[in-house]
């Protein structure tokens, strides 16, 4: 509903061009919430400008890129991380393996054809879709995966500059498929000193792990100092199968297609 409600808003807005720059976060409207600009492309040059700048695109099929930045933010600060008990028996007693970057198209494919509560249809086009593979060709781009039995079954995708991390959008073909893989990032960007986890705006779900909203004026501080600091390292340290006490281990399974 509130990309429906953006396309009326377009006249108010800044239209993007060749330039890279954004207008000030200021300028962003107060409804719908965080509308800051529309049109442009999503080269990975002009994705990483936004994100530094904590602004992100979110737009529906046969509308122009809209350009977003709310106020207030949801943010996870890594340390204030807090896993639900059903959640920590979950990580203990399954088993279950982990996988960074594997099929990174795949997931974001996922995340695009999983219904959601409330919205209607899907804003991971094609367009997107090209945009976030260019960023992962590079690097910036990272997929958590939870795999079982050789099969995909959760994952999500963000971006990552310097010590902050973008969460983008997450799936779940399995109970807590998601969430297993969401709690290990958390864990790995902890270890890598990250500063922030970008939610962008408020769910109850997030909330309930701990993540909270804070001022857009306050987050875009706290990207100024995180995106200029060196870029975590050690993605591939992510991948680990785990398997509870007792449990067999199966032999290594075999990638999808």
């Not at 509308?35 to 936004?50: K, M, Q, T, Y």
């Not at 959601?116 to 094609?126: L, S």
């Not at 969430?179 to 909330?207: N, P, W, Y």
């Amino acid at each position: 509903m509130r990309r429906l409600f953006a396309v009326n808003c377009l006249h108010m807005i800044l239209w993007l061009g060749k330039s890279l720059t954004f207008p000030p976060l200021t300028k962003a409207l107060q409804e719908p919430n965080g509308l800051l600009a529309a049109g442009g492309d999503l080269s990975p040059e002009r994705l990483l400008c936004a994100y530094r700048r904590g602004i992100f695109p979110w737009y529906s099929p046969g509308q122009p890129i809209l350009w977003w930045s709310p106020d207030p933010r949801m943010v996870l600060f890594p340390d204030e991380f807090e896993p639900r008990r059903s959640l920590a028996k979950v990580l203990r007693n399954r088993a279950y393996e982990i996988r960074c970057d594997s099929a990174f198209e795949q997931v974001m494919r996922n995340c695009g054809n999983t219904p959601r509560e409330g919205q209607d249809g899907t804003w991971i086009t094609e367009e997107i879709l090209r945009g976030y593979c260019g960023l992962h060709a590079l690097g910036y781009a990272h997929s958590i995966e939870t795999w079982a039995e050789g099969r995909l079954v959760g994952g999500l995708y963000g971006v990552a500059i310097g010590r902050a991390f973008y969460g983008e959008s997450m799936f779940a073909h399995a109970t807590d498929a998601s969430k297993i893989a969401f709690s290990h990032l958390v864990h790995f960007l902890r270890s890598q000193g990250c500063g922030i986890i970008d939610c962008q705006m408020r769910t109850e779900h997030l909330a309930s792990l701990g993540a909270r909203e804070i001022a857009r004026e306050a987050f875009a501080a706290h990207l100024s100092d995180l995106t200029a600091a060196p870029a975590m390292t050690g993605w591939s340290g992510l991948a680990r199968a785990y398997f509870p006490l007792g449990h067999a281990c199966p032999p290594p399974a075999t990638e999808s297609a």
